[in-house]
Nanobody, 118 residues
Framework: QVQLVESGGGLVQAGGSHRLSCAAS????????MGWFRQAPGKEREFVAR????????YYADSVKGRFTIHKDGAKNTVYLQMNILKPEDTAVYYC???????????WGQGTQVTVSS
């Protein structure tokens, strides 16, 4: 059974930094792409960042490029989202995602709230 467990959400001041973690378990994720999405109140869920477990190539939404960094720790089966220069518009529930390209395998974590105060 695949489990993605996010942690690290909280209240942060604008301009500050924060790190989210996603611990993955239940299968081998070597062929998966791991990502972070977010959903602000009244808005649709949107893509934030993605990393290929094998090779480590990364992709970012334009809104976070240069401020956020996604990286992984293979030994811990954990993916991180380092968020810098946070803005109030980054306030959202952040979700961890794992999907296997070319298949229907797609998994979500339960989400963790990040609130950026101005």
């Amino acid at each position: 059974q695949v489990q993605l467990v996010e942690s690290g959400g909280g209240l942060v001041q604008a301009g500050g930094s924060h790190r989210l973690s996603c611990a993955a378990s239940g299968r081998t994720f070597s062929s998966y792409a791991m990502g972070w999405f977010r959903q602000a109140p009244g808005k649709e869920r949107e893509f934030v960042a993605r990393i290929r477990w094998s090779g480590g190539s990364t992709y970012y939404a334009d809104s976070v490029k240069g401020r956020f960094t996604i990286h992984k720790d293979g030994a811990k089966n954990t993916v991180y989202l380092q968020m810098n220069i946070l803005k109030p518009e980054d306030t959202a529930v952040y979700y961890c995602n794992a999907f296997l390209p070319g298949t229907g395998d797609n998994y979500w974590g339960q989400g963790t709230q990040v609130t950026v105060s101005s």
